[in-house]
Each structure stands twice: as structure tokens, then as C-alpha cells.
Nanobody, 125 residues
């Protein structure tokens, strides 16, 4: 199993920045990629970005390209999401997830095997 714990959420004004962290524990050697998803209030969970556990391949949703950056520190088994130029529409619960076998591009929640508990990000206007 893989355990995931997110942190770093909070309240920020529009235009501000936050950095989320996702610490992984357990069978991390079996992870193919890590992803970030978010669920805005009253809406379905949506893909934000992902990164291969080895290598540098990343993929971003159009809505966050140029503003968000995903990175990882394999020595710390941690994935980060740097969020800049935040907008009120970025308000959501943010979840990290682990994909064990890379069945696809990692855009869909069904491709992920383990999930964190989520961290709230609120952007005020």
C-alpha cells in the first residue's frame, strides 16, 4: 500500500501563491506517477497535473498551465504543487494521488490507486 498525506492548503487572496505538499509512505517504489486533482464546491473532481515518479514528464490541465508547477523530491518521497497567480476559481479541495501502473496519461481519477485525504485551498477575491 501507499499512504499519502497532503499539507499546505489555506486561505489566500487572488493573485497570491501557495505550495502544497504530498508526502508518500509505504510501497513508494511501486509508484509510476503522482497526480494532483481538485474538487471545487458543488462540482466533480478534476485533474490538475501529474508527474512521473522517475524522469521529468509532466502534464497540466489547461486551466492551470503557466500558473501551477508540479515537482517531486524522491529522497523525501514528496510531491509539491506550487500555485501562483491564484484565482477564486482555484478554490477547491486538492487531492494527491498515486498511479501504480501508468495505464493512461493520468488525466482521470480512475487511473489512480491511492488518494490522500485532501487539503482545502480557498482563494478570496
Amino acid at each position: 500500500q501507499v499512504q499519502l498525506v497532503e499539507s499546505g492548503g489555506g486561505l489566500v487572496q487572488a493573485g497570491g501563491s501557495l505550495r502544497l505538499s504530498c508526502a508518500a509512505a509505504g510501497r513508494t517504489f511501486s509508484v509510476y506517477a503522482m497526480g494532483w486533482f481538485r474538487q471545487p464546491p458543488g462540482k466533480e473532481r478534476e485533474f490538475v497535473t501529474n508527474i512521473r515518479w522517475s524522469g521529468s514528464s509532466t502534464y497540466y490541465a489547461d486551466s492551470v498551465k503557466g500558473r501551477f508547477t508540479i515537482s517531486r523530491d524522491n529522497a523525501k518521497n514528496t510531491v509539491y504543487l506550487q500555485m501562483n497567480s491564484l484565482k477564486p476559481e482555484d478554490t477547491a479541495v486538492y487531492y494527491c494521488a498515486a498511479d501504480l501502473d501508468g495505464r493512461g496519461l493520468g488525466q482521470y481519477s480512475s487511473e489512480y490507486d491511492y488518494w490522500g485525504q485532501g487539503t482545502q485551498v480557498t482563494v478570496s477575491s
